[in-house]
């Protein structure tokens, strides 16, 4: 059923313009009043085809009023001009219920400066410079500033604004204390530094000298002070843009705005310096992409007859190489780190010492080791002359597994990871014992020698816990003993002084590899235990390194006997570890149990230097002394018994003391 001659009144059409400027009310709606006689009416047809618009009316209903700025009203007239705000012109102060104020962007009978002299939003529209801008602030608050599209903020942003005004207030409030001489507490930084860092290199410590830099600025007056003051925060403030714009992913039209608004800065010319502080290149330019991509590994390209470098400043550097860590792009941060240059060369030269780590968590072990030894230019050092001795055992452990560490670091704890092959024993050895002759800190560190001993003495499977398995290697032949010694004395003097050297024949031994790199490692403890045992704080740990491989360790012990001295003060140091170290001493000993307790002892109680054997005398009486804590050690007598020790020509102190110990078990 059609609809009745009173609804066909009401009805009207809205025709919708492609084009706002032909639109006569300045908008993209036109509403056609069906009071008004129009072709529709009179020709009385169901369809209504308009040939300049190409457009077919096929449906027509009741206008509804939407909601629109004030200027767009059709119900009340409106008065443009560019920035009259004196007061309402016309009948602008008129509004029907659907009326938005174009300023504050909410219903105008809800606008509280609708008709406030000097402001009156009444007369705001869109056709005029000055209400845009008006507009433009009311919406974008401090962010105006930036020159920011209404498209470019979002919530963050907002968010971003709030805390500016926040700052700029309190900001206000500290410098007007400052201009009346009121002297405001510094704040005061406790210091959690883990390990503890050389002086000024710690972020958290240096906050507290700021404090005497604080006191003398006070002395200087307002002008002098501000010369030395605002530099510092500059520093501060473009330090974290540039980390900002490397971190974040902004929109480039947003990135743009940004470093222009920077630019426009007015600064006084001693901080004409900071201008150009935020020409961070893009990850997308031509010369950082094809560094990242290994298609240029110097830095550096030709344009336009000019050498241009890839050059950044030191935040910068730290900023590209977390974001590439934290995606695990260890190649790209490998390749920029040697491709990038900065005038910060000791910043940049920690960030590289890494490079061998990062070289080891893609599986490239061999680069990584040659890495330690080689600097990336000619006027740097090694980074093996500043690795730790834990980080010398943590490079050891990864060259001798294939695994490294799942952290972004190699001192962070956590499981490992097997992601490659790892080196042959040969060049393991080889590659280490030059790193503790780069390092004199590190050679002479008994720490990095029972390392040494240690991971050659285990298996290339660790666990994921990062935990190691020991090997007991059995002793070879004399022969081949004497042929390692003869050939490790030439050898070790070639790895002091020379870049490449190749591996004698006898340690290449295809089927006695681990033992050859022990005994060429045990002749290398035994040069510098002749020419560096003054500087040696320890010995123990170097002899337990051995674990049950105790021939290894007798050949040590034997070599030290041509030396008097050396064996005297090789001898004293057991002593005083034993001494030092008695309630750890019994607790590895429960844990390794009276087997391998056993085999220590009769090491030094069976050494024809009587010296050695007060060594085995001093453990047997530590043991003695607290046998409620070795309920292991009845089995001890067993294998005094089994090894024949209370026949052996032991010498009168010795077997005194060992026939004493199997009388207490055999009084039981």
């Known amino acids: 059923m059609g609809p009745s001659k009173r609804e066909e009144k009401e009805q009207s059409i809205i025709l919708i313009s492609d084009d706002e400027a032909e639109s006569t009310l300045g908008n993209s709606v036109l509403l056609v009043d069906p009071l008004e006689k129009s072709a529709l009416e009179e020709e009385k047809s169901e369809e209504v085809v308009d040939e300049e618009c190409e457009l077919m009316v096929t449906f027509c209903k009741q206008a509804k009023v939407m909601p629109h700025a004030r200027y767009d009203c059709t119900i009340h007239?409106?008065?443009?001009?560019?920035?009259?705000?004196?007061?309402?012109?016309?009948?602008?102060?008129?509004?029907?219920?659907?009326?938005?104020?174009?300023?504050?962007?909410?219903?105008?009978?809800?606008?509280?400066?609708?008709?406030?002299?000097?402001?009156?939003?009444?007369?705001?529209?869109?056709?005029?410079?000055?209400?845009?801008?008006?507009?433009?602030?009311?919406?974008?608050?401090?962010?105006?500033?930036?020159?920011?599209?209404?498209?470019?903020?979002?919530?963050?942003?907002?968010?971003?604004?709030?805390?500016?005004?926040?700052?700029?207030?309190?900001?206000?409030?500290?410098?007007?204390?400052?201009?009346?001489?009121?002297?405001?507490?510094?704040?005061?930084?406790?210091?959690?530094?883990?390990?503890?860092?050389?002086?000024?290199?710690?972020?958290?410590?240096r906050s507290r000298n700021m404090e005497i830099v604080y006191k003398s600025w006070q002395n200087l007056g307002h002008t002098d002070s501000l010369k030395l003051a605002v530099p510092c925060l500059l520093q501060r403030i473009t330090t974290q843009l540039q980390r900002m714009l490397v971190l974040c992913d902004f929109p480039k039209n947003l990135y743009e705005k940004f470093v222009n608004f920077f630019q426009s800065i007015s600064l006084p010319c001693h901080c004409f310096g900071f201008s150009n502080s935020l020409n961070v290149v893009p990850w997308d330019h031509v010369l950082l992409t094809t560094v990242l991509k290994g298609q240029n590994v110097t830095g550096q390209r030709t344009q336009k007859g000019r050498k241009v470098f890839l050059w950044e400043t030191l935040p910068v550097i730290e900023a590209r190489v977390e974001k590439l860590v934290d995606k695990k792009n260890y190649k790209e941060v490998v390749r920029y780190l040697r491709a990038v240059k900065c005038n910060d060369t000791k910043g940049l030269r920690d960030l590289r010492d890494k490079i061998p780590f990062y070289l080891c968590k893609t599986g490239d072990f061999l680069d990584a080791a040659h890495s330690l030894l080689f600097p990336v230019n000619s006027l740097a050092c090694c980074t093996a002359c500043r690795i730790t001795?834990?980080?010398?055992?943590?490079?050891?452990?990864?060259?001798?597994?294939?695994?490294?560490?799942?952290?972004?670091?190699?001192?962070?704890?956590?499981?490992?990871?097997?992601?490659?092959?790892?080196?042959?024993?040969?060049?393991?050895?080889?590659?280490?014992?030059?790193?503790?002759?780069?390092?004199?800190?590190?050679?002479?560190?008994?720490?990095?020698?029972?390392?040494?001993?240690?991971?050659?003495?285990?298996?290339?499977?660790?666990?994921?816990?990062?935990?190691l398995h020991p090997l007991s290697l059995k002793e070879p032949p004399l022969d081949f003993q004497k042929g390692v010694l003869a050939a490790s004395g030439g050898?070790?003097?070639?790895?002091?002084?020379?870049?490449?050297?190749?591996?004698?024949?006898?340690?290449?031994?295809?089927?006695?590899?681990?033992?050859?790199?022990?005994?060429?490692?045990?002749?290398?403890?035994?040069?510098?235990?002749?020419?560096?045992?003054?500087?040696?704080?320890?010995?123990?740990?170097?002899?337990?390194?051995?674990?049950?491989?105790?021939?290894?360790?007798?050949?040590?012990?034997?070599?030290?006997?041509?030396?008097?001295?050396?064996?005297?003060?090789?001898?004293?140091?057991?002593?005083?570890?034993?001494?030092?170290?008695?309630?750890?001493?019994?607790?590895?000993w429960q844990n390794l149990g009276p087997q391998y307790v056993g085999e220590f002892l009769c090491l030094f109680l069976t050494c024809r230097h009587k010296k050695m054997q007060s060594i085995g005398l001093f453990t047997l009486n530590i043991i003695t002394e607290n046998l409620h804590m070795c309920p292991w050690a009845k089995h001890l007598c067993n294998f005094f018994h089994n090894a024949g020790l209370r026949h052996l020509p032991l010498g009168t102190a010795a077997h005194h003391e060992v026939s004493k110990f199997i009388n207490i078990f055999e009084k039981l």
């Open 491 to 588: 050898l070790l003097e070639e790895l002091k002084s020379k870049i490449n050297v190749s591996l004698p024949p006898a340690i290449l031994s295809p089927h006695l590899h681990h033992e050859a790199c022990l005994i060429l490692a045990v002749q290398a403890v035994q040069q510098m235990l002749f020419c560096d045992l003054p500087y040696l704080t320890s010995f123990l740990e170097i002899a337990l390194a051995f674990g049950n491989n105790f021939w290894a360790l007798r050949l040590l012990l034997d070599h030290l006997s041509y030396e008097e001295h050396v064996l005297h003060g090789t001898v004293n140091l057991i002593l005083r570890d034993l001494n030092r170290q008695k309630a750890t001493m019994l607790k590895l």
């Open 77 to 205: 007239p409106f008065e443009r001009m560019e920035c009259d705000t004196c007061s309402p012109l016309g009948k602008n102060a008129d509004i029907c219920n659907q009326c938005y104020c174009y300023i504050c962007d909410k219903l105008a009978s809800e606008c509280q400066n609708w008709t406030t002299p000097s402001l009156c939003h009444c007369n705001a529209h869109n056709k005029s410079k000055f209400w845009k801008d008006q507009r433009d602030f009311a919406l974008a608050g401090v962010l105006v500033m930036f020159n920011l599209d209404l498209t470019d903020i979002d919530a963050d942003l907002r968010h971003g604004g709030s805390l500016l005004i926040k700052f700029i207030q309190e900001l206000s409030v500290e410098y007007n204390k400052y201009l009346v001489g009121e002297r405001m507490p510094p704040t005061q930084h406790e210091c959690f530094c883990l390990p503890k860092l050389p002086p000024g290199q710690c972020n958290i410590c």
């Open 389 to 467: 001795p834990f980080q010398f055992e943590v490079y050891l452990k990864m060259f001798r597994t294939g695994s490294v560490p799942t952290g972004k670091d190699m001192l962070e704890p956590g499981p490992w990871i097997t992601v490659g092959s790892p080196l042959k024993d040969g060049v393991l050895v080889k590659q280490a014992l030059k790193l503790l002759y780069n390092n004199v800190s590190l050679y002479r560190n008994p720490k990095c020698w029972s390392s040494l001993i240690m991971i050659l003495g285990s298996s290339n499977f660790l666990e994921k816990s990062g935990h």
